[in-house]
């Protein structure tokens, strides 16, 4: 029952992203995070900046890319909503690959999906929250592909095509905490 519910919130995600998509940046002018009730007054925009992220073709990556990324990045360092976990076992050979492209392009938007998973549903798992990350890693990297192939993400890819990418990310969820029962 509760696989439904999480396939159920994973569509509403990933097809609301598409659904209220809007075509421009609209970022705040002269936007500083000193404080909490900043990050409350910026939370539409940096819903807004990640979601026009997600949306952007991984090939475009112009000034206004740059900004919408600084943008976000400021707002998850500190916002006390959302807590983004970035994990080795699941970046590690995206950061580390030989061709930088690709994790530049990718990073930002993974870690716009995870936030807004956070955002939508607060009590969201861990590893809905990875899983929503992934689904738009996967769907972004699909553009890439042809020219910037990482072995680690043609692995991704094939779980997912075979619908064992999610189960594999319980796995590794799982892994995690029983290492920190552990230590």
């Given at each position: 029952?509760?696989?439904?519910r ?18 421009y ?156 029962t552990?230590?």
């Amino acid at each position: 029952m509760a696989i439904w519910r999480f396939i159920l919130l994973n569509l509403m995600f990933i097809t609301g992203i598409s659904a209220h998509a809007q075509d421009y940046l609209n970022l705040p002018a002269n936007y500083q995070f000193k404080n909490i009730e900043d990050y409350q007054r910026y939370r539409k925009h940096a819903y807004e900046a990640m979601k026009w992220m997600i949306r952007q073709p991984v090939q475009q990556k112009n000034a206004e890319w740059d900004l919408a990324a600084a943008f976000i990045t400021q707002y998850l360092e500190g916002s006390p909503e959302v807590n983004i976990h970035l994990k080795a076992v699941y970046l590690k050979d995206i950061i580390s690959d030989k061709n930088p492209k690709i994790s530049q392009k990718l990073l930002i938007p993974y870690m716009s999906a995870m936030a807004m998973t956070q955002m939508d549903f607060p009590h969201a798992s861990s590893v809905m929250i990875q899983n929503n990350g992934h689904q738009i890693l996967l769907r972004l990297y699909e553009n890439l592909r042809k020219e910037n192939k990482n072995k680690y993400l043609e692995k991704l890819r094939k779980k997912n095509r075979q619908g064992d990418l999610y189960q594999w990310i319980t796995t590794m969820e799982s892994q995690e905490e029983n290492t920190k029962t552990k230590g």
